[in-house]
């Protein structure tokens, strides 16, 4: 089983930055997807940024340009470098591990870490 830990998010005030961690622990397969996504009060959850094995990334429009999601193999840890923050980034933010092993879909999640960004 994998556990995810994110950390990093706080208060910020529009314009500022953070960088979101997610440290993963347990049986951590060798072909995954690392996943950020975040949930705004009453809206759904989005995918914001994804980084696959291979080192790939991906990013949802309206964090093209802002963030940057990189990993560090040797630490088991996912990041979110969140730069030129707004308010509608407010959200509480999951780090998320997709594997497909043996043909079937795993996905494991963190806790949520809170950002919110005002002024």
């Known amino acids: 089983q994998v556990q995810l830990v994110e950390s990093g998010g706080g208060l910020v005030q529009p314009g500022g930055s953070l960088r979101l961690s997610c440290a993963a622990s347990g049986s951590i397969f060798s072909f995954n997807d690392m996943n950020w996504y975040r949930q705004a009060p009453g809206k759904q959850r989005e995918l914001v940024a994804s980084?696959?094995?291979?080192?790939?990334?991906a990013y949802a429009d309206s964090v093209k340009g802002r963030f940057t999601i990189s990993k560090d193999n040797a630490k088991n840890t996912v990041y979110l470098q969140m730069n030129s923050l707004k308010p509608e980034d407010t959200a509480v933010y999951y780090c998320?591990?997709?594997?497909?092993?043996?043909?079937?879909?795993?996905?494991?999640w963190g806790q949520g870490t809170q950002v919110t960004v005002s002024s």
């Open positions: 980084i696959t094995s291979g080192g790939s990334t």
């Open positions: 998320n591990l997709h594997t497909i092993y043996a043909g079937t879909n795993y996905h494991y």
